[in-house]
């Protein structure tokens, strides 16, 4: 079974932190995906990137997929309170792409 | 207007029951996912659907099963609800046709308690 550990599992920070969250396996993948879900709502796709080593950015945050595409990471700058929710990762498989494997999630509370 | 919606919202339950959870999407999506989501977990692949004749196991399809009555209609049914079915429910879609298909739109989610 392929999985995707992601980390820390939960994060406490004061607005104006940055913060590093982290996505990996031992499982390569042909594309990752970051969602971001809040209270009583569905995960919303933020990003996907597809080729290793590739870097994207959408405003505060960056995204980065390791270089081998097994890993990916979610880097924060200057966090404010409504970056605030579940952040998961989810890898698509090589030999069926449409198949989904979601990490745990990375609950991010930003206080003001 | 909401893109993927899923009714009931929240639903509480007896073990033995019959549950039935519905999605309907209007973005014309040819894909559409069941998944179940449990503290810790993630999300997990319950069911499939490619088009309307064609249905596919997720990991976790035991106690589960679907109906697809439409292109845009998805269900969900628990012949006969356990406590341990307890957890938040997703529907998601997505379209063949995008250059990344797999970039999956998800509804806002039934949760369902079974006591």
């Known amino acids: 079974t392929q999985l995707l550990e992601q980390s820390p599992q939960f994060l406490s920070i004061q607005e104006g932190e940055n913060l590093t969250v982290y996505c990996n396996s031992s499982?390569?993948?042909?594309?990752l995906q970051w969602y971001r879900q809040e209270p009583g709502e569905g995960p919303v796709l933020l990003v996907t990137?597809?080729?290793?080593?590739e870097v994207k950015k959408l405003k505060r945050l960056t995204f980065q997929f390791g270089d081998a595409r097994k890993d990916s990471s979610l880097h924060i700058t200057a966090a404010q309170p409504g970056d605030t929710g579940l952040y998961l990762c989810?890898?698509?498989?090589?030999?069926?792409?449409?198949?989904?494997?979601f990490g745990s999630g990375t609950r991010l509370l930003v206080r003001p | 207007d909401a893109d993927v919606t899923q009714t009931p919202r929240n639903r509480i339950t007896k073990t033995g029951k019959r549950i039935m959870l519905e999605c309907s999407q209007t973005?014309?999506?040819?894909?559409m996912y069941w998944y179940r989501q449990d503290p810790g977990l993630g999300l997990r692949l319950i069911y499939y659907?490619?088009?309307?004749?064609?249905?596919n196991k997720g990991e976790i399809s035991d106690g589960y099963s679907v109906s697809r009555q439409a292109q845009a209609k998805f269900s969900l049914s628990l012949e006969s609800a356990i406590p341990n079915q307890t957890a938040l429910y997703f529907c998601?879609?997505?379209?063949?046709?995008?250059?990344?298909?797999?970039?999956?739109?998800f509804g806002p989610g039934t949760r369902l308690t079974v006591l």
């Open positions: 973005k014309g999506h040819d894909r």
């Open positions: 990137v597809v080729t290793g080593g």
């Open positions: 659907s490619f088009d309307v004749k064609d249905i």
């Open positions: 989810a890898g698509a498989k090589v030999d069926s792409s449409y198949k989904l494997i």
């Open positions: 998601a879609t997505s379209d063949n046709r995008a250059p990344r298909g797999n970039e999956q739109f």
């Open positions: 499982s390569v993948f042909s594309s």
